[in-house]
């Protein structure tokens, strides 16, 4: 296991995802366990030759997360990411999500409660 997660497990408890939460081990059990990719904050290609690098410049991520991150250009920092999916989760709570317009199961459910049931 590399330092970083060692060091997050230490101090943390558990490896979860610093832009989403995600934490393998609570999904997948044992098979999770340990698991989590580690992220350069600052892009290796700007890092002078022999950089060491600091824990401090690593994140832990998920791999959804992690492919996210080098998907946008610039790339965007752990922080920019989390805010991007934080504004989302408050777009898409169950609540909005049970809207007429767009049918699903908990809609069906207050509906069934809206008919007196
Ligand atoms: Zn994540
Ligand atoms: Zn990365």
Not at 4 to 32: S, W
Not at 52 to 79: D, F, G, Q, Y
């Amino acid at each position: 296991m590399s330092a970083k997660k060692q060091a997050v497990l230490v101090a943390t408890g558990h490896l979860a995802c610093e832009v989403c939460d995600f934490d393998f081990a609570g999904v997948y059990g044992p098979l999770g366990e340990g698991f989590a990719e580690c992220h350069h904050r600052v892009s290796l290609s700007k890092l002078a030759e022999g950089h060491k690098t600091k824990l401090s410049e690593l994140a832990i991520v998920c791999a959804n997360c992690h492919r996210m991150l080098h998907r946008s250009r610039p790339m965007m920092s752990v922080e920019e990411l989390r805010a991007v999916i934080q504004e989302r989760r408050v777009q898409s709570s169950p609540l909005t999500r049970a809207a007429p317009d767009r049918p699903d199961r908990l809609c069906v459910f207050y509906r069934l409660i809206a008919a007196g049931w």
